[in-house]
């Protein structure tokens, strides 16, 4: 399965987001490194910076290949092959809808995207189209049009669901219908709406569909595009297919690169927000393995517990038995005791916290307390983990 990633083009249009070069250049190598297949770089027809972009990733050694938008007209193809892209995304209204809001004939537009298609394929392109809003296209043009694509040589078709319209049953019969239609591979290209970007990213692949357009963490447009972590993982684990990237790397990638472009990540996002690795209810704290969909090393972040009203004494007597101290039952009372009371004050404690609590508690009792040894001890429990 193959993963496209635009966060460099789509995703850059996120509001509030605008990267330097030097920028782009940092995310690209760490999407690389991850094993992304293919990066869409930019659209060098906006400006010369987008060139340079494409002429400086085919120098740094980029093992993934690059991809540049284009409209389809000529000169934004020119501009491709001025970058040195060996590979070209032409994006092209098909819904009535659409062309009409954009005030393009619908024919007229067919008919320059498929001298598009040639004029590139003969300059040695490889060819992908994107058929804009096709979720609201009827489906007789979708399929006519598609079919004039592939014998003009395109190697793939991307179908857009340009505003997130589409439920995943629908994305999967359009997709099933699509593949009975053309033989040359498909592609999704979704934004998240409507939340189902994830959902119908997965549909479209059951669907027939062999390859997905993705962003990190989801950037992109209004709620942005499908994100490239959620699918990754659920392509991984709940369609048993496999995609060349390194899962292990999928949280730190995604933190560096927030880092380098300047933008948060949710707390609250599904597979690397901080709350998706953390764990506050005592039940949930003691028994992880049945409150977690994935052991967070999985995808290369550390599990996170946070204690307050909700911890009991089984999660203070776990922690204990982790750094090797033994506590009466009066101790741990009385530390269980200090955690709801400042829980419900609305306060928190992070494990270090309440190992010090432990500790003093330790010290109380007359434990001789070795903070090497209970270090050492937390560390073996961690590798045990």
């Known amino acids: 399965m193959k993963i496209f990633d635009t966060t460099l083009r789509d995703g850059e249009q996120t509001p509030g987001i605008a990267w330097t070069l030097e920028q782009k250049l940092q995310i690209a190598k760490q999407l690389d490194s991850l094993g992304v297949d293919v990066i869409e770089a930019g659209f060098p027809a ?87 809003d096709a979720a609201r296209a009827d489906f007789s043009f979708l399929a006519k049009f598609s079919r004039l694509l592939e014998r003009r040589g395109v190697s793939m078709i991307t179908l857009s669901d340009t505003v997130g319209s589409l439920d995943a049953f629908q994305t999967r019969h359009l997709f099933r219908r699509m593949s009975r239609i053309v033989k040359i591979p498909l592609s999704i290209h979704v934004h998240n709406d409507r939340g189902m970007a994830t959902a119908n990213s997965l549909a479209a692949v059951r669907g027939g569909a062999s390859q997905v357009h993705v962003t990190v963490a989801g950037l992109g447009d209004r709620a942005g595009n499908a994100s490239l972590e959620e699918v990754v993982l659920n392509l991984h684990d709940q369609l048993h297919l496999q995609t060349g990237i390194n899962v292990k790397k999928l949280g730190p990638s995604v933190y560096r690169i927030a880092r380098i472009g300047k933008f948060e990540i949710f707390k609250g996002k599904p597979i690397v927000g901080g709350r998706a690795v953390s764990h506050a209810s005592a039940l949930h704290a003691t028994a992880l393995g049945a409150f977690e969909a994935f052991p967070p090393e999985r995808v290369g972040l550390k599990r996170s517990i946070r204690y307050g009203k909700m911890s009991g004494t089984s999660a203070v007597q776990a922690l204990a038995r982790k750094t090797g101290l033994k506590l009466s039952e009066v101790e741990v009372k009385n530390i269980v005791a200090k955690l709801k009371t400042e829980g419900n004050k609305g306060m928190l404690f992070r494990q270090s916290a309440v190992i010090r609590l432990i500790k003093e508690e330790a010290i109380r009792a007359g434990q001789i307390v070795n903070p090497a040894v209970v270090k050492r001890n937390l560390r073996k429990a961690a590798r045990v983990k």
């Open 46 to 132: 906006v400006s010369a910076s987008e060139i340079e972009l494409f002429q400086k990733l085919k120098t740094a050694g980029i093992k993934a290949e690059l991809c540049a938008l284009a409209r389809p007209i000529a000169s934004d193809i020119q501009k491709v092959l001025e970058s040195g892209a060996g590979r070209v995304n032409i994006f092209t209204p098909c819904s009535k809808l659409q062309s009409d809001a954009m005030k393009i004939g619908r024919a007229k537009n067919a008919v320059e995207t498929l001298k598009s298609v040639e004029f590139a394929s003969s300059k040695g392109l490889k060819v992908e189209v994107t058929l804009m």
